[in-house]
């Protein structure tokens, strides 16, 4: 299991090799990357602010829990903060498992509760100004299903 | 104790953090010492409904005690992934 938090961009090319390469009789590797989305072609910037300490524990406590529940060879988890442009990668979520619901599942739960419960906030610079993204009543309903 | 604020919730308050002496015996009773510290902190604090806590790095509750917490923190609701 690897839970990176970073600044700097990354991969997800390379990423998505090295882990299918490192999982251990995995016959389903499953990944999803996360894209700035621009805004109607005038986003400037996304600053990404988080929780350094709280970040990393809470990512880990929603690995584990993942873990716990489907049974996964190996999962991975990469989440930027700083400063971002549109079309930029904010993060990564790949799992593997012997058969693919596993990783289907254990990679959607892993999205959804990144969404809403780990620690980053987002702001959209606009020619507009500054306006930090709202978290969605969908996103915190997304979890019930779990 | 320090007290962490995160989002709009430091920019409203002006400052990220803040280290407090304090006999706070819940996270409300903690809210009430600091919305007296001044307008920006009112302003944050506004409405609770809007804002999350963490003690020690962990999501908690308003009226969760405070008992040997070193470190609160506010913030709005997370915004992560895509």
Redesign the interface.
């Known amino acids: 299991m690897t839970v990176r938090v970073q600044q700097e961009a990354f991969d997800p090319g390379a990423e998505l090799n090295a882990f299918t390469a490192s999982v251990q009789g995995a016959g389903a590797v499953v990944s999803f990357t996360g894209v700035v989305r621009d805004v109607e072609g005038k986003l400037a910037e996304m600053l990404i602010e988080h929780y350094a300490g709280m970040t990393e524990k809470a990512i880990a406590k929603i690995v584990g829990d993942a873990t716990a529940r489907w049974n996964l060879s190996g999962a991975l988890v990469i989440h930027r903060f700083g400063q971002l442009g549109a079309g930029d990668q904010i993060m990564m979520v790949a799992t593997a498992s012997r058969h693919r619901v596993d990783a289907f599942q254990a990679a959607e739960f892993l999205m959804d509760y990144l969404k809403s419960r780990a620690p980053f906030w987002k702001k959209e610079r606009t020619a507009e100004g500054d306006a930090w993204v709202e978290a969605r009543d969908e996103d915190e309903d997304a979890l019930s299903r779990w | 104790m320090d007290v962490?604020y995160?989002?709009?919730v430091r920019e409203r308050i002006g400052v990220p953090r803040d280290s407090i002496e304090t006999n706070a015996v819940t996270v409300n009773d903690l809210i009430e010492e600091l919305r007296a510290r001044g307008e920006e902190y009112q302003a944050a604090f506004e409405d609770i409904r809007a804002l999350r806590v963490?003690i020690d790095?962990?999501?908690s509750e308003f009226d969760a005690p405070l008992s040997g917490a070193r470190e609160v923190?506010f913030?709005?609701?997370?915004?992560?992934?895509?």
Do not use: C, H, R, V
């Open positions: 962490l995160f989002a709009w963490a790095q962990e999501l923190a913030f709005p609701p997370m915004t992560g992934g895509e």
